[in-house]
């Protein structure tokens, strides 16, 4: 793509550090590297929010529902849209269908630390570069064994629990970057960890990412208009869907490398200028 070749692609780095780590950690031992791909999102590291997001692309077709407005004092039906479905976008690259996406927040992800994490407490004493380690095995933990979506949260009693997160998942993500890290794995894997974002931009002239064409958007469920399914009262209007904003289908040509700055991200200038 002409990008110039000093620049740290962050999302390359990532892949290959999650394709080792399904090679070593045996409770991430079923993940298959190429049902995942690694994309970036821009967030200020100043900012709160998310390091990093496991979104599932296998979720099933919803059943057909619609939306619908009331009166508030009589409570009777006075709009209603087209009856609709949910579904998953479908990523491929190449002849690959991807099931699972992980984004990685940049260039907040970098300026990550231990301090004031819920995860400090697995950490006495660590590197604060471990955070993101941390972070990077986390995301993947969310992928269920079963393939059957994100992982769901067992509470003692058996039960699952709503949350995406408990104490047993931290605990689980902790050991098992310390089990990933007693398996002496070549530090060129992690050693990109180590340096946060100012560090990197002056290490390698830049940092490049993985993102999607319609930047900032990304793959994301979205309703398709159906057949109605039951007839209503003539005074009930029918509001029409919008059509999707997004593509229902992504592929190679849907990817670009964006360069990331501290508050923005963009094409590099030479593919500005193509």
Request: charge should be neutral.
């Amino acid at each position: 793509m002409g990008v110039c070749a000093p620049m740290i692609n962050y999302t390359e780095h990532l892949t290959r550090l999650m394709r080792d780590l399904v090679a070593r950690v045996p409770g991430l031992g079923f993940i298959d590297p190429s049902d995942v791909l690694m994309f970036a999102r821009f967030g200020r590291s100043e900012a709160s929010g998310a390091f990093a997001t496991c979104h599932c692309l296998t979720l099933p077709t919803s059943e057909p529902g619609y939306y619908f407005w009331r009166d508030r004092v009589t409570g009777r039906l006075t709009r209603r849209s087209q009856w609709f479905v949910t579904k998953s976008p479908e990523v491929r690259i190449g002849d690959q269908r991807i099931k699972y996406l992980v984004s990685f927040v940049l260039p907040r992800f970098c300026d990550q630390s231990l301090e004031y994490s819920r995860k400090r407490e697995h950490y006495r004493g660590a590197e604060p570069w471990l955070a993101k380690l941390d972070t990077v095995v986390h995301e993947l933990y969310h992928i269920d064994p079963d393939d059957s979506g994100l992982r769901k949260i067992e509470r003692a009693d058996g039960s699952y629990s709503p949350r995406s997160h408990g104490p047993a998942f931290y605990y689980d993500v902790a050991n098992m970057v310390s089990m990933y890290l007693s398996t002496n794995p070549d530090p060129t894997m992690y050693d990109f960890l180590r340096h946060d974002f100012n560090a990197l931009q002056k290490r390698f002239g830049g940092l490049l990412a993985t993102t999607f064409r319609n930047f900032p958007s990304f793959p994301q469920r979205y309703i398709e208009a159906t057949p109605d399914q039951q007839p209503e009262g003539a005074d009930v209007a029918i509001e029409p869907l919008k059509a999707p904003s997004q593509p229902a289908l992504y592929t190679e040509e849907d990817l670009l490398t964006r360069q990331f700055f501290a508050e923005s991200a963009r094409l590099p200038a030479v593919d500005r200028a193509a």
